[in-house]
């Protein structure tokens, strides 16, 4: 999964951005996974995937305020 800015994710609907946040916190269990099995390359993915939650749920969370 791409990261993307949280300017671009603050045009997509509340639908769309969950639906973002439901493939984001898979790919991290993924990650997870590979990671403990030993086969992930990249480690420093783990941590990107988490900031890709961390930014969803908190356009998520803006958009509620409106």
């Known amino acids: 999964?791409?990261?993307?800015?949280?300017?671009?994710?603050?045009?997509?609907?509340?639908?769309?951005?969950?639906?973002?946040?439901?493939?984001?916190?898979?790919a991290l269990f993924q990650k997870k996974l590979q990671h403990s099995l030993g086969k992930l390359e990249d480690s420093a993915s783990i941590r990107e995937a988490k900031r890709e939650i961390a930014r969803l749920n908190t356009v998520i969370t803006e958009k509620g305020n409106r």
């Open 1 to 26: 999964m791409k990261t993307q800015k949280a300017t671009d994710l603050r045009s997509l609907d509340t639908a769309a951005l969950t639906e973002k946040l439901g493939e984001a916190k898979d």
